[in-house]
Every structure is written in structure tokens, then in C-alpha cells.
């Protein structure tokens, strides 16, 4: 499976706190997404970071790309109750042909 | 969120029956996919469509078939539900293959 694989599975922090996500995947990608699910809710994506690229943020997003360890990471900075959410990467390989690959996900919660 | 619509978005069937989801754009994306999320699995690809009446298979396709005779709208069947089904599925534009997907909220399927 050509799947990221998300790092931790489960993360708990406070209000005010930032946190910090990993994801890592096999083989050369094109681009790699970061999503988040609110609990019974469909996906939302966040930020898009290109395979030339190697840092970008959003707001209060920071998402990190090393090609060469063919990781990459999500850092939520001063985060909120509301973030509490699941956080996936998203890969799309360059032979891959149309998919996007997504890991299984980090569970963040954040308490007030 | 992006003009996409699930329904149903609960349904309770039972082995051996038809089922059929539907899912439908406003925005005029060219690309619709469907993917099923399960623990432990993250989300999966099942079908996804790259134009009217062009469909192509994803990840996990057994058991699912796709139609897709409007730009706006994506059907998926289960000709046949098994209780392996029982899932939540999620529909997802984009108007590229490369670039964001949008979610629908998701449909909740027990096959029992």
C-alpha cells in the first residue's frame, strides 16, 4: 500500500498548547494534503504542500515536507478546543495515476 | 462546505439486498469519487469518476458498481449488500485529480 502513515495515532494537549502531527509515506509523491474530520463529519482539507516545496503555513498551521525522509508534519500552533478533531495526510504518488492516499489518521484532543 | 449532497445519509439494509447512494455536486467538479472509512483502515477508495460516464476503479472496488450520467451526480450501488459493507461512505470532488478534494458529510450504511 502506497498509504501515509500518520504519527501518533491519539495526542492530548491543553488549550494554549501546540501540537504536532507526522506523517510518513513510501514512495515520491506529487503533492501531500493535510485533512481534518470533525467527529461525524466529512473531511476538510487544510493545506496542499507541493513535492518541491518545503515548508508552508496557514494561519495557525505549519505544515513541514522532507522529501528526503519522505515525512512530512502538521504543527498546530496555540491550539483550541475547537482543532479537537482527526487529522489526516494525504499523498498523491507520481505513478500512482488519480488516487489520493490517506493515512489512518491522528486524534487530537484538546481540553480547555 | 462545498455544494455536496449524500443521501441517504443513514440506512439500515439487509444482507442480500440492493442499495444504492447517491451523491450530488453543485460546483461543476469534473472529478467525484467514493471512498468507505473504517476503523483502523482510514478512508479507502472505491470508484471514482473523471467525466460523465467515465468511471474507474479504485482501491477496494469488489462488490461496488458506479454510475455516473450527469455531471452532478455520482451513484454508487451494492448489487448485492454483505455485512462487510457496513461502513460510512463518503463522496469527494475536486476539479483536478492533483489538488484538494472537497467531502460530502457522509452516508452511515449497516447491512445486517
Known amino acids: 500500500s502506497q498509504q501515509g502513515e500518520e504519527d501518533p495515532q491519539a495526542l492530548s494537549i491543553q488549550e494554549g498548547e501546540n501540537a504536532t502531527m507526522n506523517c510518513s509515506y513510501k514512495?515520491?509523491?506529487?503533492?501531500l494534503q493535510w485533512y481534518r474530520q470533525n467527529s461525524g463529519r466529512g473531511l476538510v482539507h487544510l493545506i496542499l504542500?507541493?513535492?518541491?516545496?518545503r515548508e508552508k503555513h496557514s494561519g495557525r498551521l505549519r505544515v513541514t515536507l522532507d522529501t528526503s525522509k519522505k515525512s512530512s508534519s502538521l504543527l498546530i500552533t496555540a491550539s483550541r478546543a475547537a482543532d479537537t478533531a482527526s487529522y489526516f495526510c494525504?499523498?498523491?504518488?507520481?505513478?500512482?495515476?488519480?488516487?489520493?492516499?490517506f493515512g489512518k489518521g491522528t486524534s487530537l484532543l484538546v481540553t480547555p | 462546505d462545498a455544494g455536496i449532497t449524500q443521501s441517504p445519509r443513514h440506512k439500515v439494509t439487509e444482507t442480500g439486498t440492493p442499495v444504492t447512494l447517491r451523491c450530488h455536486q453543485t460546483?461543476?467538479?469534473?472529478?467525484m469519487y467514493w471512498y468507505r472509512q473504517d476503523p483502523g483502515h482510514g478512508l479507502r477508495l472505491i470508484h471514482y469518476?473523471?467525466?460523465?460516464?467515465?468511471?474507474d476503479k479504485g482501491e477496494v472496488s469488489d462488490g461496488y458498481s458506479v454510475s455516473r450520467s450527469k455531471t452532478e451526480d455520482f451513484l454508487l450501488t451494492l448489487e448485492s449488500a454483505t455485512s462487510s459493507q457496513t461502513s460510512v461512505y463518503f463522496c469527494?470532488?475536486?476539479?483536478?485529480?492533483?489538488?484538494?478534494?472537497?467531502f460530502g458529510p457522509g452516508t452511515r450504511l449497516t447491512v445486517t
Open positions: 460546483e461543476n467538479h469534473r472529478y
Open positions: 469518476s473523471y467525466g460523465v460516464k467515465d468511471t
Open positions: 514512495t515520491s509523491i506529487n503533492n
Open positions: 494525504a499523498t498523491r504518488h507520481s505513478n500512482s495515476g488519480y488516487a489520493l492516499n
Open positions: 469527494a470532488i475536486s476539479e483536478t485529480l492533483s489538488y484538494e478534494q472537497y
Open positions: 504542500i507541493r513535492s518541491n516545496e
